[in-house]
């Protein structure tokens, strides 16, 4: 009686820890996307990405600013929160989160304003410390963004910010 007693008193533990952590991860989340919706103009590259993307993931967007020629653009061509050159009107449909093997991803539905189309994504959310940061980003139809830019920056890193080679 005493195993059984101990094992339900486990598995209760274990979904209420899953269910704050799912509620963590939900709060991080709409909180990144309330940035865009507070200010038009954010960046998610700029000021606070290190607060909001994991360290490998920051490092990447870091190397490609430095291995993108000057008055080119490099890989991040567009805002990866949105996969979208214009957040104007952006408005979080759904976010749905579940954990994977190792981690949580956040499935995110977006769509905009001023027109039909619809955005899905994945957020791959680690926790460090006491923080939640994104790891990974995959869009629809696309394969993980942390692979795509090591590709990228493994293609492109011999070339100087000044000159362009071909």
């Known amino acids: 009686m005493r195993i059984v007693l101990t094992i339900l008193i486990t598995i209760v533990s274990f979904s209420q820890v899953f269910s704050n952590e ?3 991860i939900r709060q991080f989340v709409s909180s990144v996307y309330r940035n865009y ?5 954010y960046n998610c590259y700029g000021l606070g990405a290190d607060t909001i993307f994991a360290h490998e993931l920051f490092t990447l967007f ?3 600013r430095e291995i993108t020629p ?3 653009v490099g890989y991040l061509d567009y805002m990866v929160l949105c996969s979208c050159q214009d957040v104007d009107g952006l408005h979080v449909d759904k976010i749905d989160i579940h954990k994977t093997a190792n981690q949580y991803c956040a499935n995110v539905s977006l769509s905009f304003a001023h027109s039909p189309d619809k955005v899905s994504l994945q957020l ?5 410390n006491t923080r939640w940061y994104i790891s990974d980003i995959i869009t629809d139809g696309t394969e993980s963004l942390v692979k795509n830019l090591k590709s990228y920056i493994l293609k492109y890193s011999g070339k ?3 000159k362009k080679q071909k």
């Open 22 to 24: 799912k509620q963590e």
């Open 124 to 128: 791959l959310v680690v926790k460090m």
């Open 62 to 64: 870091e190397k490609d």
């Open 160 to 162: 100087t910010k000044n």
């Open 70 to 72: 000057e008055g080119d």
């Open 37 to 41: 919706q507070n200010s038009p103009d």
